[in-house]
């Protein structure tokens, strides 16, 4: 995979306590103070303190959410944490009301010791940033805390449709990338030779079967990507009809196979609005269940895309599903318009939802660049590397542009 550096901004914060403290060595910044992780709040049991002009903040609370393990020695009063990536191992380790840090074995001095907190280690932000290669920075109008995680490599996985091939360079930059070249028809028919989901004409030497080969060759899985809606009642004819069924599952396993492609990427939306919900959730359950058995009998991954738990479509079994497929993608997106960005709160839960009825390994943020921009992307794979995600989906290429890439090159390994 193609690599760029690290984000590694690591400032010190000095909230020029003097002044604000009046006089006190110690006092609750919470209420005063927000701390912002990948530019969405992150919750404390106990609210950041102020000691002597340092923010000191609950040292797990942010460790795990940046993936950080946390171990604590009762009877030494000692917090260690623990972080592994491709820059190597770092282990810290910290003593209650002492100055002195060990990191990787050395002597570190802190700036205020490290103090308990109804049962909650605090420790100064300023150097946990710098040893753990966060980056914070401090808005004096707002008291506000920014803290940016640092790049993360997760697993990437991209989409290539009609009007992509402007971005084609990308796709080697991708894990896994699902071509939309597939669907189904009015008539509840598996076809290659739809409106918007179809076969592309070869363009000269370039033809749907070298950008597969291709892609296969750099590294990057092709997965075959089968769309459709429902507007016309074209998935409720397949669920209901099992010989039709049966057709549809054998034409997508095929024309994955005679293709070169290595997967399935299955997108059918619309289920689930009205009707029967349990009835469309067993209808849908027992269809992937029969592609995951003849897609695995062919060697090929099965990953299927799905509504959000927290929008309107609710024919999507997110347990029994996981069980079927190799991976599930969260589609987080057009909650409100595809004109502006996502709403993080509304993203933020559908994760929550999800990780009640999924393990995380299995489970991809879903994210639209069409909604997104470049001061907004990373706020949604923050939440993917905050709840420690399986990676990210991205919708999609011939959308992203340069400026978008350039940011989302700081929070992931592209």
């Not at 506000?144 to 402007?166: E, H, M, N, R, W």
């Not at 049966?246 to 689930?272: H, M, R, S, Y």
């Not at 995951?292 to 609710?314: C, D, E, F, G, Q």
């Not at 995600?389 to 991205?394: E, F, P, Q, S």
Request: charged letters at 20%; proline letters at 4%; a neutral charge.
């Amino acid at each position: 995979m193609k690599r760029f550096g690290k984000l590694l901004l690591c400032f010190a914060i000095s909230l020029g306590g003097a002044a604000a403290l009046q006089g006190n060595s110690t006092q609750a910044a919470g209420g005063g103070v927000s701390i912002l992780l990948d530019g969405y709040p992150l919750p404390f049991l106990v609210d950041p303190v102020v000691m002597s002009g340092t923010t000191m903040v609950p040292f797990r609370a942010i460790s795990e959410a940046l993936g950080i393990k946390v171990e604590w020695n009762q009877a030494a009063k000692k917090i260690t944490a623990t972080k592994s990536d491709a820059a190597g191992a770092k282990t810290v380790i910290l003593t209650l009301g002492n100055k002195n840090a060990a990191v990787n074995g050395a002597a570190v001095k802190l700036a205020v010791a490290p103090q308990s907190v109804r049962d909650n280690t605090m420790i100064p932000l300023s150097f946990f940033s710098g040893q753990f290669g966060a980056g914070v920075s401090w808005d004096q109008s707002t008291k506000t805390v920014s803290i940016i995680s640092p790049q993360k490599d997760i697993y990437t996985l991209g989409f290539y449709a009609l009007g992509a091939y402007g971005e084609v360079s990308r796709i080697p930059s991708f894990n896994a990338m699902a071509f939309g070249w597939s669907g189904i028809d009015r008539s509840g028919q598996f076809t290659t030779t739809g409106t918007d989901f179809k076969w592309p004409q070869p363009a000269g030497d370039v033809t749907p079967e070298s950008l597969v080969l291709n892609a296969a060759a750099g590294g990057t899985a092709p997965y075959l990507m089968v769309f459709s809606g429902d507007k016309e009642l074209e998935l409720t004819k397949n669920m209901e009809d099992m010989q039709l069924q049966e057709q549809t599952i054998t034409g997508i396993v095929d024309t994955a196979t005679k293709n070169g492609f290595q997967g399935i990427a299955l997108d059918l939306e619309g289920l689930g609005l009205t009707g029967d919900k349990e009835k469309v959730q067993s209808e849908y359950n027992a269809f992937v269940k029969s592609l995951s058995l003849k897609a695995r009998a062919n060697s090929l991954k099965l990953t299927v895309i799905l509504h959000p738990l927290n929008s309107s479509y609710k024919g999507y079994d997110y347990k029994t599903l996981g069980g079927f497929a190799d991976d599930l993608v969260i589609m987080a997106y057009a909650y409100e318009n595809e004109t502006g960005p996502e709403p993080l709160n509304k993203v933020d839960e559908s994760i929550r939802l999800a990780l009640q009825q999924v393990s995380k390994d299995k489970l991809l943020l879903g994210i639209s660049v069409h909604s997104e921009n470049e001061s907004s992307v990373n706020s949604k794979i923050g939440l993917a590397k905050r709840y420690d995600l399986k990676g990210i989906a991205i919708w999609r290429l011939g959308l992203i542009g340069q400026p978008v890439w350039s940011e989302m090159s700081k929070s992931v390994e592209l």
